[in-house]
């Protein structure tokens, strides 16, 4: 599916007794969308009493600016910044240091970095996955739209005497305690681990359904009530994913 990038807002208020929702109202208020001079494309509650809009274009986020810090002297307006674009480097050799693969790329791929100029050439390792084999990883860069474009279209790279699949990496965190989505284990404040095959509080590797032949039943699914829950919490076609996957994508730059 086409990725698609919006221009995004931050509103909060300066009184520090008013909710979220008060908040929102407030900005429902002030914008009077359905005059029709503005379009938001996506409106919603973050913490600390935060409204994130989401806009098609740059001219539509201004106007939507202008318009609440002449009109609503008591909100606090930001604009976000949109991050780069993620590749994922399939099994790259961990020999590679990170100064071996930024230099491998932009020398060994003149097809995907030689025409750019120095600020597209960015590249900025942000981590590396562990494979199933112990002498190779995945690496995780963000580069500029125009590399990930080209890089995403060729899918495949050239690293020393490695030729790598390059694939579009998702900006969506995904907990491997909780299952949940938008933070990692590591900020996790549940104390049990889910199983992501059943849901109940066992690793995966304990799972009796599985041994069982038990189909699974994605967690995050079944929170929501959904009636479709038979696949596995990681699983990337579950609509719950998909749903905060393109939530996470909307600050991405892809263009």
Known sequence: PKKVTLHSIVVTSNN??????????????TADAKEGWVRVERIRKAK????????????????MKERLKTT?????????????PMLLLRDVLNINTDEDIQK???????????????????????????????HTSHIVVAVSPLTWQKAVEKGYAHIDLQRIK????????????????????RFCTDTTDLCSHCGGPHLRSDCAD???GIPP?????????????????????????????????STVAYC
């Open 210 to 212: 599985i041994i069982a």
């Open 16 to 29: 520090e007794m008013d909710t979220g929702e008060e908040v929102l109202e407030k900005v429902r208020k």
């Open 217 to 249: 039943k994605c967690q995050n699914c079944h929170r929501a009530k959904l009636t479709e829950t038979n696949h596995n919490s990681f699983d990337r076609n579950c609509p719950i994913r998909k749903k905060w996957d393109t939530i996470a994508r």
């Open 104 to 134: 491998a790329l932009k020398n060994q791929n003149r097809g995907i970095f030689g025409s750019l100029d120095e600020e597209e050439n960015r590249i900025e390792i942000k981590y590396r996955r562990k494979t199933r084999n112990p």
């Open 166 to 185: 390059v694939e579009d990496q998702t900006p969506l965190i995904q907990c491997t305690r909780c299952l949940g989505f938008g933070h990692s284990r």
């Open 72 to 84: 609503a002297k008591d909100l606090s307006v930001e604009e976000v910044k949109n991050k780069d």
């Open 48 to 63: 600390d009493r935060k409204i994130i809009m989401g806009f098609r274009s740059k001219e539509e986020r201004e106007k």
